[in-house]
C-alpha cells in the first residue's frame, strides 16, 4: 500500500485571519457563490445556448445514449427539471450544483496528498476560474465530466493508500459514470495506468482484485451505452471522428496558439502561471515524489493529446479541463511552498473574481454608462433572442394546428422545442443524407409516412429552394425578423409545405 506524506501542520485548519475553519469557510464561500450565479442567470437577458437547449430535447426522451454525447446530461437535466420545472435556472441546475461540488471534492483531494490550507485554497480558485465561471452557467457535459473525474482521482489515491473495497467500487463507478457523461473520461484510465507503472510497488496493484473490480464496474456501467450505440450504427462515433478530423480529408488548420491561449485564460493569468513554475520545480527537484507523479500523471498526458490534435488539426479549448483540475492544483501547491505564496494566490483568486464580475454585469455596464451594448461586445449574443423569435411563430403555429414543424438545422429545431414546448408540436427534421447529421436527423427524421400532414418549414437559410422543390406545393407564410441588440438580429422564413416528393432532386423537363 502507498503511504502518502500528508502535513498536518498545527494552525493549519484554519484561514489566516478569519475564525472558521477552512473546511466550513470553503463551503460557506461556495454556497453563497451558487446562490449568486442563480441570481445573476435571469437577469442576463439570455435563453439557453443551442448545447443546452438540444440537452433538454434530449431529457424528453431518456435514453441510453444520443447523436453526439453519452446520455448522463439529459439524465441530470431531466432529474432537476422534474423536480423544479422548466424554467431557465432549473436547466441550468445541474452545472450550477456539480461545479460547487467539485472543488469541495479538489479541496478533500488537495488535503489528502498535502494538507488542509493547500487544499482549500485548490478548492476555492476552482470555484473562480475563468473555465467554471463560463461554464457554471452553461449547463454541458462538462460538468459532470470534471466532477467524476475529481472524485475519480480521489478515490484512486485512497484505493491506492488503503485498498479498501469500497474506494475501488467508488472508483470503478466514478469512471463508468464519467465515460456516461462524456468520452474524454476514458483518458482517466490511461494517466492512472500510467501513474501506476511509474512505480515498482504500485506495479503490484496491477495484479490486486480491487483494480480489476473498478475496471469491471466501470464497464458495466459503460455497457448499455455501447449497445445503444451499436444498435444505431454508432453515431456518437462517428461525430467524434468528425470533429476531430480523425477520418476523412482534413480541411482544417492547427490552431496550437489559440489552444494554449485558451487553457490559461481557463484557467487566469496568475494561475497559468504558477502551474508553469510547478511543473519546472516538480521537474527539476520532485519527480520521486508520489505525490507530484500523481500530479503530473493526470494533468500533461491529457494536455499534450490535444496539443497534437490542436497542432494537426483543430481542438476546442474544454477538450483538456480535466486535465486543468490537477494543472491548478500542482500551481497552488508551488504558491504554498513560496515565502509569498499567499499574496500571489490572492492576486491570482483576484483577477479571476473580478473577471467574473466583469463578465457577468457587463450589459450591466453599459446600462449605467448610457451606451448601448453592440453584438460585437456581447459574449453571451449566441443565447439571446430567440424567445422572441419563437413568440412570433406561435400565432402561425395556433393557425396551423394540424401541420407538423420542421427545420432543417438542430440550432433552429433545439431552439424551438424548448420556447416553444408549452406547444409540444409534432417535429420532424429534413434529412437528405444517408447518415444523420444531428440528434433529430436520427430521431424523427422526414420521412414520406411522417410526411402525410402540412408542414411548417422554418429555416434561417434564405437558400431553401432545393428543398421546397421536393415538394407538390409551398406557400410563404411570414418572414419574422426580430432585432436583438445593434449588430445582432434573428431572421427566419416560415412556409407551409405539402406533398412530400422523396429526397431525390425532382427531374427538370427542358
Not at 48 to 77: N, V
Not at 361 to 388: E, I, N, Y
Request: net charge neutral.
Amino acid at each position: 500500500m502507498e503511504d502518502w506524506t500528508r502535513i498536518r501542520a498545527t494552525g493549519q485548519n484554519r484561514q489566516p485571519g478569519t475564525s472558521l475553519p477552512q473546511p466550513m469557510l470553503l463551503v460557506t464561500i461556495l454556497v453563497l457563490l451558487t446562490a449568486y450565479r442563480m441570481w445573476v442567470i435571469p437577469h442576463l437577458g439570455v435563453t439557453l445556448y443551442i448545447d443546452e437547449a438540444q440537452y433538454w430535447t434530449w431529457a424528453q426522451h431518456l435514453d441510453w445514449g444520443y447523436y453526439s454525447k453519452p446520455p448522463l446530461i439529459a439524465w441530470l437535466i431531466r432529474l432537476c427539471t422534474s423536480l423544479f420545472g422548466d424554467g431557465l435556472v432549473a436547466v441550468k441546475l445541474p452545472s450550477l450544483m456539480l461545479y460547487p461540488a467539485t472543488a469541495w471534492v479538489l479541496f478533500k483531494l488537495g488535503e489528502y496528498l498535502f494538507d488542509t490550507r493547500t487544499g482549500f485554497r485548490a478548492g476555492l480558485a476552482l470555484a473562480f476560474i475563468p473555465l467554471v465561471s463560463a461554464l457554471g452557467m452553461a449547463v454541458s457535459t462538462d460538468a459532470p465530466l470534471l466532477f467524476l473525474w475529481t472524485a475519480a482521482m480521489y478515490f484512486l489515491v485512497r484505493a491506492i493508500d488503503e485498498d479498501r473495497m469500497p474506494d475501488w467500487l467508488l472508483l470503478g463507478l466514478c469512471v463508468g459514470l464519467g465515460i456516461m457523461a462524456k468520452y474524454t473520461m476514458a483518458a482517466f484510465g490511461a494517466s492512472a495506468l500510467l501513474y501506476l507503472l511509474l512505480d515498482a510497488r504500485r506495479r503490484r496493484i496491477l495484479l490486486q482484485p480491487g483494480l480489476w473490480v473498478a475496471v469491471v464496474v466501470a464497464c458495466l456501467v459503460v455497457t448499455p451505452n455501447i449497445v445503444w450505440n451499436w444498435a444505431h450504427h454508432f453515431p456518437t462515433l462517428h461525430h467524434t471522428e468528425e470533429i476531430t478530423h480523425v477520418i476523412g480529408n482534413n480541411t482544417k488548420h492547427g490552431n496550437l496558439g489559440e489552444f494554449l491561449g485558451a487553457q490559461a485564460g481557463s484557467l487566469g493569468p496568475g494561475f497559468a502561471l504558477a502551474f508553469l513554475a510547478g511543473l519546472y520545480v516538480a521537474a527539476r527537484h520532485h519527480l520521486r515524489d508520489k505525490r507530484y507523479q500523481f500530479l503530473l500523471c493526470f494533468s500533461l498526458p491529457l494536455l499534450a493529446l490535444v496539443v497534437v490534435q490542436s497542432i494537426r488539426s483543430e481542438a476546442n479549448g474544454n477538450w483538456a479541463a480535466p486535465a486543468l483540475i490537477t494543472s491548478l492544483l500542482l500551481g497552488v501547491v508551488w504558491m504554498s511552498q513560496s515565502k509569498r505564496s499567499r499574496w500571489w494566490w490572492i492576486g491570482a483568486l483576484g483577477i479571476n473574481v473580478l473577471v467574473m464580475f466583469g463578465a457577468y454585469h457587463l450589459g450591466d455596464f453599459f446600462r449605467m454608462s448610457g451606451h448601448v451594448q453592440t453584438a460585437r461586445l456581447d459574449p453571451l449574443k449566441r443565447a439571446k433572442g430567440w424567445d422572441s423569435l419563437a413568440m412570433q411563430l406561435r400565432p402561425i403555429l395556433v393557425e396551423h394546428r394540424n401541420a407538423v414543424l420542421m427545420t432543417s438545422d438542430r440550432t433552429m429545431m433545439a431552439h424551438l422545442l424548448y420556447q416553444l414546448r408549452d406547444f409540444a408540436p409534432d417535429h420532424v427534421a429534413w434529412a437528405p443524407n444517408a447518415f444523420p447529421a444531428d440528434h433529430y436527423q436520427l430521431t424523427t427524421p422526414l420521412t414520406e409516412a411522417s410526411s402525410a400532414r402540412p408542414l411548417l418549414f422554418v429555416t434561417q437559410d434564405d437558400s431553401y429552394a432545393d428543398i421546397t422543390a421536393r415538394f407538390a406545393h409551398n406557400e410563404v407564410l411570414a418572414i419574422i425578423n426580430v432585432m436583438v441588440e445593434p449588430g445582432l438580429e434573428r431572421h427566419a422564413t416560415v412556409l407551409l409545405l405539402e406533398g412530400f416528393q422523396g429526397y431525390a432532386k425532382p427531374t427538370v423537363t427542358p
